[in-house]
């Protein structure tokens, strides 16, 4: 092969990576490709985002999981267009977050996302009935008295707490509130909705009580549904779990109905990164390397046992 071909070969070999990168995600509401947030403080470095690929199309109602520090409050966040990420692409319903202007990134928090935060007094005015709460965000974004206020009561009552509509938030109980909060997120019609552990201060009724009213967000008003969790009774009624770990996507659990039995997979990255789960690596011993073996129609990972690692 002479230079000239060789050189012609690299060049739509790299041609054929730009069009892959352009297209990733075209047909989904969410697309994270390689996304990176590192935080600066005091001369310490924490990377909070790894590289993380992430797809969620319309329609979905998908469950987030994660210890600590692995990453979810960082990307919800970035999602919900309170911070910016570091390096790498983030779009949403089309409107790419990482290039967003001050004015732009208002926009999109009032029209295309709606959030519900866990503490219930972050997310409704204390001084103002349910129904004043609702119709608040359509006040700033430009909609008719008439309009918001139809709107709110309909929210309200698909909820299940129109019996809300007069009263403020400390004559609501937990599980109102936060209802209330949800019917708030979706007041101006938002693509997706974000639930940062939305149960995480009720108890295991209440709590159903509200993702109840996540998944009519989803099924009924035509909310893609984001929520970030750690109870175990949420995530498993949903049919796709994530979960986040080291900044990265590590695996997704997949089930048809709740009724079924739920298939975990790893997910391989764009960088071809793959992260097995330590209950099933450390049974085995591996650690530092693993032996792999390409066969017809799988790939077999093995401990290193010949390296002397096992």
């Known amino acids: 092969?002479?230079?000239?071909?060789?050189?012609?070969?690299?060049?739509?070999?790299?041609?054929?990576?730009?069009?892959?990168?352009?297209?990733?995600?075209?047909?989904?509401?969410?697309?994270?490709?390689?996304?990176?947030?590192?935080?600066?403080?005091?001369?310490?470095?924490?990377?909070?985002?790894?590289?993380?690929?992430?797809?969620?199309?319309?329609?979905?109602?998908?469950?987030?999981?994660?210890?600590?520090?692995?990453?979810?409050?960082?990307?919800?966040?970035?999602?919900?267009?309170?911070?910016?990420?570091?390096?790498g692409s983030v779009k949403v319903a089309g409107h790419d977050l990482a290039t967003m202007s001050a004015a732009d990134r208002l926009r999109y928090r009032r029209q295309v996302v709606g959030f519900v935060w866990q503490q219930t007094s972050r997310n409704l005015m204390p001084y103002?009935?349910?129904?004043?709460?609702?119709?608040?965000?359509?006040?700033?974004?430009?909609?008719?008295?008439?309009?918001?206020?139809?709107?709110?009561?309909?929210?309200?009552?698909?909820?299940?707490?129109?019996?809300?509509?007069?009263?403020?938030?400390?004559?609501?109980?937990?599980?109102?509130?936060?209802?209330?909060?949800?019917?708030?997120?979706l007041a101006n019609e938002p693509r997706l909705l974000l639930a940062d552990e939305p149960t995480g201060e009720l108890d295991s009724a209440t709590a159903m009580d509200v993702f109840a009213a996540l998944q009519t967000a989803n099924s009924e008003l035509d909310a893609t549904v984001l929520v970030v969790t750690h109870d175990p009774a949420v995530s498993s009624q949903v049919r796709r779990t994530i979960a986040i770990a080291d900044g990265r996507t590590s695996?997704?659990?997949?089930?048809?109905?709740?009724?079924?039995?739920?298939?975990?997979?790893?997910?391989?990255?764009r960088a071809g990164r793959l992260q097995l789960p330590p209950r099933?690596?450390?049974?085995?011993?591996?650690?530092?390397?693993?032996r792999l073996e390409a066969e017809p129609d799988h790939i077999g990972v093995w401990p290193d046992v010949e390296g002397g690692r096992q």
């Open 251 to 269: 695996t997704e659990t997949l089930r048809q109905s709740a009724a079924e039995h739920a298939v975990e997979y790893a997910v391989l990255d």
């Open 128 to 185: 103002l009935t349910a129904i004043q709460n609702v119709t608040l965000p359509m006040r700033f974004n430009g909609v008719r008295r008439s309009a918001r206020i139809a709107r709110a009561a309909d929210l309200l009552r698909a909820l299940g707490v129109w019996h809300c509509a007069d009263r403020r938030p400390d004559q609501m109980s937990g599980g109102e509130q936060q209802r209330t909060a949800i019917a708030t997120a």
């Open 1 to 87: 092969m002479s230079q000239i071909e060789a050189a012609a070969g690299i060049e739509e070999l790299a041609a054929e990576a730009e069009r892959a990168r352009l297209s990733y995600g075209d047909d989904a509401l969410v697309a994270c490709d390689r996304l990176v947030r590192i935080y600066r403080a005091d001369g310490i470095e924490v990377q909070a985002l790894q590289g993380l690929d992430l797809l969620i199309n319309a329609g979905e109602l998908t469950a987030m999981v994660g210890a600590s520090g692995s990453g979810k409050s960082t990307l919800m966040n970035i999602l919900a267009g309170l911070d910016s990420p570091t390096a």
């Open 280 to 290: 099933m690596t450390e049974p085995l011993g591996m650690r530092d390397r693993v």
